[in-house]
């Protein structure tokens, strides 16, 4: 079992640029999360998925971030354009979706992205 | 609003000492705790939770709900305890499975 499965790792931009993260999450979990994590701080959730209806996009700012999850599977985070305060971890997360708040949530490995 | 705090960004210790990681959380509801950790170089994971009241790597973690605290434990360190250990707060209606985290501390456990 690979687990979450994150590209690119690492990502450096110019700012003003797009740019985008692709997420493949466990099989069969129908929950798929997206974090951000900045440097020195805990991961704070993007927006969550539920099969292929997002369900929790409160905290996604949407002038410039868009994510999509055709066919409720793969996933993709989308910045345009990117901003110097845009450079962090993006994580992704999938979880079963059966247990509400104690579902287990795993993680992918992160994509690092460094806007200059 | 939910919150999550972890007053020590660095904690550091001798092998064989006890260690606390101190969380405390504000929630106005039934809150599902959860301890993260992650290893050098390696993706960030679930440790414990509350509910299965369960002891992984002989770590174990109390919910006190009048003092608002989920402070993780164990009696003696191993070196390879060393990593980043998050707290982590789920529940309620709007939020659903929405994690907050606090901010981590980091565990050194000097040989």
Known sequence: EAGVVQSPRYKIIEKKQPVAFWCNPISGHNTLYWYLQNLGQGPELLIRYENEEAVDDSQLPKDRFSAERLKGVDSTLKIQPAELGDSAVYLCASSLGDFGPTDTQYFGPGTRLTVL | ?111
């Open chain 2, 1 to 111: 609003a939910q919150r999550v705090t972890q007053p020590e960004k660095l904690l550091s210790v001798f092998k064989g000492a006890p260690v606390e990681l101190k969380c405390n959380y504000s929630y106005s509801g039934s809150p599902e705790l959860f301890w993260y950790v992650q290893y050098s170089r390696q993706r960030l994971q679930l440790l414990l939770r509350h509910i299965s009241r369960e002891s992984i790597k002989g770590f174990t973690a109390d919910l006190n709900k009048g003092e608002t605290s989920f402070h993780l434990k164990k009696p003696f360190a191993q070196e390879e305890d060393s990593a980043m250990y998050y707290c982590a707060l789920s529940g309620g209606e709007t939020s659903g499975s929405r994690l907050t985290f606090g901010e981590g501390t980091q565990l050194t456990v000097n040989p």
